[in-house]
């Protein structure tokens, strides 16, 4: 999956979830958008990845207040339309950075990457006008995850990091930072704080869900931690990591798929229990798009950069 590769020209649709609250759904291979209508602007958070104009579909379509733009991780498939929004503040963690340098080195689509983002942290919070939304770190699946709490509607966007197809932690670039241990710290984190959200919204594969979720997914990760270990078919009606023959999370015998009571997790054996320093991991903002690739063996370098065998 990437930038270059855009699924079908498919048409946008949208539907209104609860309380100025909309989500939208493009190219098969994008996440899906929300927008968050506050009394002075609105909120966009993943703007996806497709090839119309997202942007436009908004303005014309949800809202014409002004728009900022806050992304929940890197992955092209939630920021490869930000571009779309230039001159709109983007809100990005620190550690997300790097990954909009893998973006931009992947992309023949240059200009969708033609903005400077906004580098926010932890407990930021976003104004809309009467609507505050407050970022959480939960990184992962992507070191540089944020979820994002709107505090007065109590609905949690959680990208990438809460879902119900299968939750990847299996990331092969990030040497010790995506671990089922650090995944399960993030879940007891977001559950002491479970009485701030009645839904959760992720990036892919259904949204709403309840916050029940969170509870599965800490008794999945306790059993991996047990030593029960997952399945290696890797595979859901969702996920297809063997499609792209140069992606390594497809051929790895490493991975393993743990599934309890409707969760999934996707995670590496080496990497159940935290090791080594998470500031060591390739995820650094200050590291160029070509120390980053230095880092990679072939395989992982072939996929970044796109390279056909």
């Not at 400077?116 to 939304?133: A, F, M, Q, S």
């Amino acid at each position: 999956m990437g930038i270059d590769k855009f699924s079908e020209d498919r048409e946008f649709s949208r539907r209104l979830l609860m309380n100025d609250t909309w989500v939208i759904e493009g190219a098969e291979r994008s996440c899906m958008t929300h927008v968050l209508i506050g009394k002075e602007k609105a909120l966009v958070i993943d703007p996806g990845e497709n090839r119309r104009n997202i942007r436009e579909y908004i303005q014309n379509e949800i809202t014409d207040l002004p728009l900022c733009v806050a992304i929940t991780h890197g992955s092209w498939d939630h920021c490869g339309s930000a571009g779309q929004f230039k001159g709109c503040a983007i809100y990005i963690s620190d550690y997300s950075t790097l990954e909009l340098k893998v973006c931009r080195g992947k992309s023949v689509y240059d200009w969708y990457f033609d903005y400077e983002p906004t580098v926010i942290p932890e407990d930021y919070i976003i104004d809309l006008g009467g609507r505050y939304i407050k970022t959480i770190a939960i990184g992962c699946h992507s070191q540089g995850s944020f979820a994002f709490l709107d505090i007065e509607n109590k609905l949690l966007f959680t990208g990438d990091e809460i879902e119900c197809g299968q939750v990847l932690i299996n990331q092969p670039w990030d040497s010790c930072y995506a671990t089922v241990e650090r995944f399960r710290g993030n879940m007891l984190k977001l559950k002491s704080q479970i009485d701030q959200f009645d839904f959760l919204l992720p990036g892919h594969n259904g949204t709403p869900i309840s916050p029940e979720y969170i509870d599965l997914l800490i008794e999945n990760t306790e059993r991996i931690l047990s030593g029960i270990e997952g399945k290696t078919d890797l595979s859901s009606a969702t996920y297809h990591p063997g499609a792209n023959k140069n992606d390594p999370r497809g051929n790895n015998p490493n991975f393993r798929r743990s599934e309890w009571k409707g969760s999934s997790i996707v995670y590496d054996i080496n990497k159940v229990f935290n090791s080594g320093d998470p500031d060591e991991a390739f995820m650094q903002p200050n590291v160029s798009f070509e120390q980053f690739l230095e880092k990679l063996g072939e395989d992982e370098r072939n996929y970044v950069l796109g390279k056909k065998r």
